[in-house]
């Protein structure tokens, strides 16, 4: 064990995800059976910055696994971002004597904490959350599986009508720079083509497979759009779509922030449970600066600097099967 590790703060930072207050609720009790002291940092970066610190107990975190979005609450901070902020944020930790952090976020939370790394000397594990799935050095991130869910229920619904009417439906999911949601929700709804933002597909592509379909008296169909998509989100590639046919009835879905609240699945309980004890064990045995992960269910230690620069893209057997079984 890190002799010097005695009080450790814990903070989440940037989109909020369901199972972040598990991940929370584990940091604490991890810690407190270790006789670490915890703090919260309210707001992210911004309540580093602002001196924002409040104790956390054993019972601070009870009857938190089961909710979504996170109490600590959290913020994209602009202040962090510049030297005078970071340099406000050391000296506020230092205020409160605290030896190591744990920050739960996404790549913009690891960006943060790598650049502090390099400029002031407290070791920093992070805890992927983020419901993009986008981090390399895990398999999945704290929130995935819950938004997954949540955009398949909503779509779901969706085809109940889109049936009932013969329509063709663009539903718009989130995911500004990855398509791992899409992926995922197209496969489990049996969409007729899924777009991506990792694939260049052209929107001659999409007009083949609605024309193939339209021939063979495809009736509806749901087309699920990542919001980040090269062509544009659901709305645009709509009216791309309605220039090229004149008989589908379209219909757009936007489903944004329904995705990143709610319940969080019990996957996402038992990633993020593990995800918490994984950071506390990895401050205790000496880590520093790496992101706790997990990869092929092993716990696994990746540098901020590759978890951040390192791109994770979907599985291409996926895409290519989401696409034979949409025939
Ligand atoms: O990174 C998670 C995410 O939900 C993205 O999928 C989305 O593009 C973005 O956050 C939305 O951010 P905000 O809630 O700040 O608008």
Do not use: W
Request: include cysteine; proline fraction near 3%; charged fraction near 25%.
């Amino acid at each position: 064990m890190a002799k010097d590790i005695k009080r450790i703060a814990v903070f989440t930072s940037g989109g909020d995800a369901p199972g972040m207050n598990a991940a929370i609720r584990a940091v604490v009790r991890t810690a407190a059976y270790n006789d670490l002291h915890v703090y919260g940092i309210k707001r992210g970066y911004d309540g580093m910055v602002a001196g924002d610190l409040t104790r956390l107990e054993v019972r601070d975190v009870g009857n938190i696994i089961h909710r979504g979005g996170t109490f600590l609450k959290t913020a994209r901070s602009e202040e962090f971002r510049t030297p005078e902020g970071r340099k406000t944020a050391y000296e506020a930790l230092q205020a409160f004597d605290i030896d190591a952090c744990i920050a739960i976020g996404g790549d913009g939370t690891f960006t943060g904490a790598n650049v502090f790394s390099q400029e002031y000397d407290i070791p920093f594990i992070g805890i992927p959350g983020t419901i993009d799935n986008d981090l390399y050095g895990t398999d999945l991130t704290i929130g995935f599986d819950t938004a997954v869910n949540t955009a398949v229920d909503a779509v779901d619904k969706i085809r109940d009508t889109a049936d009932s009417h013969n329509r063709l439906f663009f539903v718009e999911v989130m995911g500004r720079n990855s398509g791992f949601i899409a992926l995922n929700t197209g496969i489990s709804i049996g969409a007729g083509s899924v777009l991506i933002p990792e694939s260049e597909e052209p929107l001659e592509r999409l007009i083949d497979i609605l024309r193939k379909g339209a021939k063979r008296k495809k009736l509806f169909s749901v087309i699920i759009v990542a919001e980040g998509n090269k062509l544009g989100g659901a709305q645009s590639i709509a009216d791309l779509v309605n220039e090229e046919f004149d008989f589908y009835d379209t219909k757009v879905t936007i489903i944004g922030h329904l995705q990143r609240g709610g319940s969080p699945t019990a996957i996402d309980r038992v990633l993020s449970s593990r995800l918490g004890f994984g950071a506390v064990e990895a401050l205790l045995h000496g880590q520093k600066n790496v992101m706790v992960g997990i990869v092929n269910d092993t716990i696994r230690y990746t540098p901020f600097s590759e978890a951040i620069s390192a791109e994770k893209l979907p599985n291409e057997d996926l895409i290519r099967m989401a696409e034979i079984l949409a025939i």
